[in-house]
């Protein structure tokens, strides 16, 4: 019984070359989705709270998705897809990108260094879970949890440089995620001092990697992952896997790997 989803989409951007090789954007976006398709409620928390704290009605569709055992207690809450009341977002997204060739290199040949400048200020994000309760609102930017989900930065960026000279190329990518809190916290509201981790830190991670072609079709490629050692901290019942979110974050320390490639 899904309908499809409406939005309404504002964008403006500008971009600059104020220097050869350096081409500057920032985009401004605002949109807002009716409609939206999105598991019953926006959550399972979301659900319980309102069957029992809102709408107070058993034949209400949220109560339905509430199955019980014998003793009483919760033993499934059934949250399918469903058209979901409102969800707004707005945010700047920035995008730096440099180019220079240098007089020097390997074996006397020049060489290319590559700065690459991605940013992204996520300003709000609004859901309205049920339509009919527009007074409702779950405000996620900047939080994480049963509510809101994967955690939404308001502060998210990366920067690459590569440089490349003769048939060497190397690399480092440095992405930073900033700090997020629970979003009980926000939402709740619930004190941040009742909560055994009310945020995750925020974090940087490197990745480095060279490679060597051996003529155009072949290459190899060396590298090493999350060099920083970065792990997220736990956050208990309000993670998505695995007390935290490896959708966001790397769940490993440092990882070596090597590739080889070949083209016909």
Known sequence: NLREETSNTFTIGMVM????????????YDIEIEDAISVLGGSVSNVLDLCYNVIKDAGSPFCQAITRRADGNVQLVNVLNSNIGLIETSGIDYNINYT??????IGGEGSVLNVIFNATLLAEYDVTPVAALSSRVDNCSGTFGNTCGSPLHKVSWNTRATLTSGAWTVSG????????????????????STLAAPTIDGLYYLDLTAAYDFNENARVSVG?????DELPNKVGDAAEQGNTFPSTYSM????????ASYKL
């Open 17 to 28: 070359q104020p220097l050869d090789g350096l081409d500057i954007s920032i985009d401004y």
């Open 173 to 192: 990518l440095l992405r930073y995620l900033g700090e997020v809190e629970d979003d009980r916290i926000l939402n709740g509201p619930v004190a941040a």
């Open 252 to 259: 490993f320390g440092p990882r070596m790997f090597v590739s």
């Open 224 to 228: 090493v992952q999350n060099v920083l």
């Open 100 to 105: 220079r060739d240098l007089g020097f290199g």
